[in-house]
């Protein structure tokens, strides 16, 4: 049980460059989210699903698109990075609609963008 | 607004000694409240949560935290510190009707045990 995943562990971005950072987990769990981690500001979620093809924005949405073809895969897409989205990001899971389920999360991307 | 304080920076205490790691909160409703705890280039790791009835709840690695429902606090507390503690700890609080079931998030505690 690998628990939530995240690749790549690193990456560094040119302002304006696409990429996607990968996420799954394999607890089966209905629930998954992004969270990004800026110094001093703890994390603050982007996006999040509650279930195959279902997605909603969280507290800062704005450059980043999600989808959820499958219960284990919940990919974040940054569309045009820019320096502002240089943070650490966090995809976590819960197994479903209990608000007292715990999330777990991943390893975390740390994410660069010059 | 909903909000997670977490008012010290940084904490400092000695092996063997009783550590604390305050955290307030303001939400509307019952909320859940949950501490985790986050060692260097590492995800976070789930330490405990409150939901509901005994006050004092007990959690990994010999934690545990107290809710104090009149002073909207949630302190984490051990009652002897190891150097293997010393890591960045956040307190979080999901406000109970939130449909997004979101984490509200402190800005974090870094504990430092020193030998």
């Known amino acids: 049980n690998a628990g939530v995943t995240q690749t790549p562990k690193f990456q560094v971005l040119k302002t304006g460059q696409s990429m996607t950072l990968q996420c799954a987990q394999d607890m089966n769990h209905e629930y998954m989210s992004w969270y990004r981690q800026d110094p001093g500001m703890g994390l603050r979620l982007i996006h999040y699903s509650v279930g195959a093809g279902i997605t909603d924005q969280g507290e800062v949405p704005n450059g980043y698109n999600v989808s959820r073809s499958t219960t284990e895969d919940f990919p974040l897409r940054l569309l045009s990075a820019a320096p502002s989205q240089t943070s650490v990001y966090f995809c976590a899971s819960k197994r479903g609609s209990g608000g007292a389920d715990t999330q777990y999360f991943g390893p975390g991307t740390r994410l660069t963008v010059l | ?115």
């Open chain 2, 1 to 115: 607004a909903q909000s997670v304080a977490q008012p010290e920076d940084q904490v400092n205490v000695a092996e063997g000694n009783p550590l604390t790691v305050k955290c307030t909160y303001s939400v509307s409703g019952n909320p859940y409240l949950f501490w985790y705890v986050q060692y260097p280039n590492r995800g976070l790791q789930f330490l405990l949560k409150y939901i509901t009835g005994d006050n004092l709840v007990k959690g990994s690695y010999g934690f545990e935290a107290e809710f104090n429902k009149s002073q909207t606090s949630f302190h984490l507390k051990k009652p002897s510190a190891l150097v293997s503690d010393s890591a960045l700890y956040f307190c979080a609080v999901r406000p109970w009707m939130d449909s997004s079931y979101k984490l509200i998030f402190g800005s974090g505690t870094r504990l430092l045990v020193r030998p």
